[in-house]
């Protein structure tokens, strides 16, 4: 039996291609239940926006393609085909590899982001629950986790924000030092201020506004975030109460202007106030950056810092990728050993099994013994097989070992040889 792993992601398919081969969590269990009934001992299948994979425990006569039948079983002929160009397939160390990097965000499309792990222990979660997690893959996938979080625990990379939404934030936190207590007001009902509006909260911000030109809009996006919608001509006098403003309204020209802000700072005794202006065209005039205690940002200045920590993230990952290739090669060790033990246990119980009928069939010749003599006997017959049983049992485990660095099947050859030169497995 071995590990194989076929699927697509954001990097080998675009969309219109992934979501042909998206499943639902309703379909999974369907879908585990078919690859078994094709021969595949396990399985796991994670389906997300930017992946859809299954990893398998198939037996080591069928071809791992088999999983790609698998994928594509549903689809008619012709869109099979359009899929089958953007599919991978990988097997034994190769599908270790990569579900380990999948597990600690190392293949995701931002690199670091911590969701993919979450969504890998659902998929893992369903695969038990449908009894198609078996002795393979659970010391894989669970393997997976820990390299996971030991990426987390020994390198930085998902310390840096790389989101503009969340470099917001970074920034919030540079200014203010905490956001506890804070208070946020966003300006217009857009995706990304909802996004920024958001991270704010879960970090410490105590109250949000929300105002938009059509108020139905400002109350729906201010229940939410169990916030207050406020009318969108009455926002200017409410800005001195305000310590954070997210602005991303469609409006044509600047609807917020250095000298509206000036009076808000004034009003405010000039306690600091954070503005994120992240519509295009901007809402906010840059002049207000000249304003002493008022700290304005567009989406440019947002953009280069997420960029500037991708960077950073990126080359975090080298250290991560390097555990992984530690990691690797030590899961590899572990099922090799595993695989080796089976044979040197055979070999020890017919090694036994010998000793014990060769003392069965001299001991009329050795006539009545003493206790002593006995122990004697059983010392030296035991140390006998001991010594035979030392030089295959070490070489299985010495070739074992080498095909973690080579790949090579030499374990395999030994293995065999041994089975047949003790007949191991024979009745």
Do not use: W
């Amino acid at each position: 039996m071995r590990l194989a792993l076929a699927g697509l992601n954001h990097r080998t398919a675009p969309v219109h291609i992934r979501e042909r081969l998206a499943f639902s969590t309703e379909d999974v269990p369907a879908a585990l239940q078919q690859l078994q009934s094709q021969g595949v001992r396990e399985a796991i299948i994670l389906s997300t926006c930017n992946r859809v994979e299954v990893a398998a425990a198939v037996d080591d006569a069928s071809p791992a393609s088999t999983l790609i039948d698998g994928l594509l079983y549903g689809q008619d002929q012709a869109t099979a085909e359009s899929i089958r160009p953007h599919l991978y397939l990988f097997e034994d160390a190769e599908a270790i590899r990569h579900l380990f990097r999948v597990a600690a965000s190392l293949d995701s499309m931002i690199v670091g982001e911590p969701q993919i792990l979450g969504q890998l222990k659902q998929a893992y979660a369903q695969a038990r629950e449908s009894g198609a997690i078996g002795s393979l893959l659970e010391p894989v996938l669970t393997r997976a986790f820990t390299v996971a979080k030991r990426i987390r625990t020994e390198t930085e990379i998902g310390q840096s924000a790389v989101s503009v939404s969340y470099a917001a934030v970074e920034l919030a936190r540079e200014i203010f030092g905490s956001l506890n207590r804070k208070r946020v007001l966003i300006i217009g009902a857009g995706k990304m201020s909802e996004s920024a509006g958001r991270h704010m909260l879960r970090n410490g911000s105590a109250e949000l506004f929300v105002t938009n030109r059509t108020q139905e809009r400002a109350e729906e996006m201010a229940v939410l975030f169990r916030g207050l919608a406020i009318p969108y001509d009455s926002f200017p006098a409410r800005l001195p109460e305000i310590d954070i403003v997210i602005a991303s309204s469609a409006a044509p020209g600047y609807i917020l202007t250095r000298e509206m802000m000036r009076r808000a700072l004034e009003a405010r005794r000039n306690q600091p106030m954070f503005l994120i202006d992240i519509a295009v065209p901007r809402n906010i005039e840059p002049d207000v950056n000249k304003l002493e205690h008022a700290f304005l940002y567009d989406m440019d200045d947002l953009q280069k810092l997420a960029s500037r920590n991708m960077q950073r993230r990126l080359g975090v990952a080298e250290q991560a990728e390097a555990i992984v290739t530690e990691e690797v090669l030590r899961l590899q060790a572990r099922l090799r050993a595993r695989e080796v033990a089976p044979a040197i246990v055979g070999l020890q119980e017919q090694l036994e099994a010998v000793r014990r009928d060769m003392l069965d069939r001299f001991r009329p010749r050795l006539g009545e013994l003493t206790a002593e003599q006995e122990q004697a006997v059983d010392a030296l017959t035991r140390g006998i097989i001991n010594k035979i049983a030392h030089g295959p049992i070490s070489e299985m485990r010495r070739q074992a070992a080498e095909q973690m660095a080579d790949d090579s099947r030499g374990s395999d050859l030994v293995m065999s040889a041994v089975r047949r030169m003790f007949r191991l497995g024979e009745r």
